[in-house]
């Protein structure tokens, strides 16, 4: 079969924020920025890879999604528990001090030793989503 990735979701609740953080400290593109109905989906991605996308959804746009549903995602967004995205980099340190030294970046673990035998470090996008970069092998 020829089954590839085409996009990951993230939610999103500040599009502004999201945009900003993506493209100015992350240094990716954004390749779409759709509205409707007073929401937007913005679609970005690293400029060296244009088959990989990372749609950055409103999740109040979710089918089918109860007002319980949407407070408890909107908690869990706060908290930085509902979405994650695991990137990889040829050196993470260096790509850690480069974050690190930029504006509105949530550190939440530096470069470390994992003991399943990855280095890696963590951080937040503005939503609150877990962002990881592991060192590529």
């Known amino acids: ?12 609740d500040d599009p502004d924020a999201a945009v900003a ?6 240094g990716w593109e ?11 989906w913005i679609t970005v991605g690293p400029a060296d890879q244009p088959d990989t996308a990372v749609v950055l959804y409103p999740p109040a746009a979710t089918p089918g999604i109860t ?9 869990m967004m706060a908290k930085g528990t ?8 040829s050196d993470v340190d260096a790509t850690f001090a ?4 930029k504006d509105g970046v949530e550190i939440v673990q530096e470069p ?6 990855l280095r890696d470090c963590a ?9 990881r970069i592991q060192q590529r092998s």
Not at 1 to 12: A, G, R
């Open 1 to 12: 079969m020829d089954i590839t990735i085409h996009s990951s979701m993230l939610p999103q």
């Open 21 to 26: 953080f993506y493209r100015d400290v992350l």
């Open 30 to 40: 954004v390749r779409n920025d759709v509205g409707y109905e007073g929401m937007r």
């Open 67 to 75: 007002d319980d549903e949407r407070g408890l995602i909107e908690a």
């Open 82 to 89: 509902f979405a994650s995205l695991n990137m990889a980099t």
């Open 98 to 101: 480069r974050l690190q030294a």
């Open 112 to 117: 470390t030793d994992q003991p399943y035998g």
């Open 123 to 131: 951080f937040r996008d503005p939503a609150g989503n877990l962002l």
